[in-house]
């Protein structure tokens, strides 16, 4: 499998992946969550990729479990707990 790296480090999504990914976000944040302080989607710049259903629960390295968000929104999406903290 092809890791791809961000400036951030590495991330596991093969490399056509964080392409498309990067093209259905069009640059920006994907993140939406309610626990968040935006309001809707983020929209701040993305640089970073996470995997909604971690792949050690079970999920994959596939498009529909990849989304593209902003440094904060990622940190937020890995550090929040219980059923408000799911993506």
């Not at 499998?1 to 964080?18: A, C, L, R, Y």
């Not at 392409?19 to 970073?48: D, I, K, V």
Request: proline content about 5%; overall charge positive; hydrophobic content about 30%.
């Amino acid at each position: 499998m092809n890791i791809g790296i961000t400036k951030e480090g590495p991330v596991s999504f093969p490399e056509s992946v964080q392409r498309l990914a990067r093209q259905r976000a069009r640059g920006t944040c994907e993140c939406s969550a309610s626990w968040c302080p935006h309001y809707g989607h983020c929209r701040l710049p993305a640089n970073e990729f996470h995997h909604k259903k971690a792949l050690g629960a079970g999920g994959d390295d596939e498009l529909a479990n990849c989304q593209f968000m902003c440094k904060a929104c990622h940190q937020r999406a890995h550090t929040t707990t219980g059923e408000l903290g799911r993506l």
